[in-house]
């Protein structure tokens, strides 16, 4: 139904760049709402993983990216790839609704896909954000982005959770498939210590794992999650079984989303939702990604 939904709704979708702001004191005009068909609502929430290639693609790509954000209404969103620190700061001054958070890492003094975290201020405060392996470049060419998040829209009940950005290394070569699984063991023996140590056991790791979890090369590189129900579940893993794709070019399921089982009980019946932009969103790979965003959607408890 989504499919055939969102296929009756695409049209010409470019957003009003040139209208002028709206007298609120904003500097460019609300984002579009009907871009495409809704991902979120009002009782759900949504963590999504989005690979937005090399961003921004063209000066355009801010105004799409808003939009869709606000079209698809996605509470929390864990990008990568972001190659502009100016287009950043549009984006989020072009979201009427979020705020975000952007790694520090750079390549070196000029050049950076840096990992960041948008999220819905009415409902979501951020703590300190947090490196992970900074100094672990081999395993980590960008080091993963670490952010609590205490989740409270006053009318469900309360949630604190620590998402986990990661861009993991790219490459079909067989080194790069050992530096991925040398950096999901690093991430798992992080965690092991962490939630066993008494700290936070509500974690989401999400974003582009560059990995294919069908193959068996992907699966032994995902060992260390793949191999410990008791601890994570890898969200995406019904996408991947059902054929469904995040990276268009190749036609594979690249992004991934894990919890862990501190989250089980809040993540009761949550889906993985990948709203296929491309088939419905003119332009989109050509001027946003060549990646599409993966949505994790769960129902909000009621308040106490």
């Not at 609120?24 to 005009?29: E, I, R, V």
């Not at 890492?105 to 954000?129: C, E, F, L, W």
Request: aromatic share 6%; hydrophobic share 40%; charged share 20%.
């Amino acid at each position: 139904m989504f499919v055939l939904a969102a296929l009756a709704a695409c049209r010409d979708v470019a957003p009003a760049l040139d209208a002028a702001p709206d007298g609120d004191g904003f500097l460019y005009p609300p984002p579009r709402t009907d871009v495409v068909p809704a991902v979120g609502s009002p009782d759900t929430l949504e963590i999504a993983a989005w690979n937005i290639e090399n961003f921004p693609a063209e000066a355009n790509t801010p105004g799409y990216v808003a939009d869709l954000i606000t079209s698809l209404d996605l509470d929390v969103i864990l990008v990568e790839e972001i190659a502009s620190e100016t287009a950043w700061r549009e984006l989020l001054d072009r979201l009427r609704e979020h705020d975000g958070v952007l790694s520090t890492h750079r390549y070196n003094a000029t050049d950076y896909q840096k990992i960041g975290v948008i999220y819905r201020t009415s409902m979501v405060t951020p703590g300190a954000m947090t490196l992970l392996f900074s100094t672990d470049s081999y395993a980590f060419p960008r080091p993963p982005l670490s952010l609590p998040l205490a989740i409270d829209d006053h009318v469900h009940a309360p949630l604190q959770l620590e998402v986990i950005g990661v861009h993991l290394k790219a490459g079909v070569g067989q080194q790069d498939g050992e530096r991925r699984k040398l950096a999901v063991e690093a991430i798992d023996t992080h965690l092991r210590a962490q939630i066993d140590g008494g700290g936070e056991d509500e974690v989401v790791l999400a974003g582009d794992y560059n990995e294919i979890v069908s193959t068996v090369e992907g699966r032994n590189n995902l060992a260390a999650i793949l191999t410990a129900p008791d601890r994570y579940t890898l969200q995406t893993q019904p996408n991947a079984t059902n054929n469904e794709i995040s990276f268009v070019p190749s036609s594979r399921l690249l992004d991934h989303i894990t919890t862990t089982t501190g989250l089980a009980a809040e993540l009761t019946g949550a889906r993985v939702v990948i709203p296929r932009l491309h088939a419905i969103y003119s332009g989109y790979v050509a001027h946003v990604s060549d990646h599409l965003p993966v949505v994790l959607v769960a129902t909000l408890p009621p308040a106490p």
